[in-house]
Nanobody, 121 residues
Framework: QVQLAESGGGLVQAGGSLRLSCAASGNIFSINGMGWYRQAPGNERELVANWRKGGRITYADSVKGRFTIARDNEKNAAYLDMNSLKPEDTAVYYC???????????????WGQGTQVTVSS
């Protein structure tokens, strides 16, 4: 069993900053990628940022230059530093990870429970 635990959401004024954290736990052999998606009311879930094994990092155009994703391999964790936040960044943010469990050959995708980020104008 694998679980993703998120933390760090909240209410912030426009221009402010927040840091989201996501830690994976359980029967983990390897993490092949980790990242963040977000979903605002009435919108589809969209990629915010992720890293893939091998070093590739991807950002949505709307967050480039403002958000930074970081990883901690020892803690099986990922972090999203969000700066210069805008009201349009308001959404539920979900951690996402592609994980191979110990003893299995296949990789599965896991999701966190989501954390609300609200940016007031």
């Amino acid at each position: 069993q694998v679980q993703l635990a998120e933390s760090g959401g909240g209410l912030v004024q426009a221009g402010g900053s927040l840091r989201l954290s996501c830690a994976a736990s359980g029967n983990i052999f390897s993490i092949n990628g980790m990242g963040w998606y977000r979903q605002a009311p009435g919108n589809e879930r969209e990629l915010v940022a992720n890293w893939r094994k091998g070093g590739r990092i991807t950002y949505a155009d709307s967050v480039k230059g403002r958000f930074t994703i970081a990883r901690d391999n020892e803690k099986n964790a990922a972090y999203l530093d969000m700066n210069s936040l805008k009201p349009e960044d308001t959404a539920v943010y979900y951690c996402n990870a592609d994980i191979t469990r110990s003893g299995l050959l296949a990789t599965s995708t896991y999701w966190g429970q989501g954390t609300q980020v609200t940016v007031s104008s």
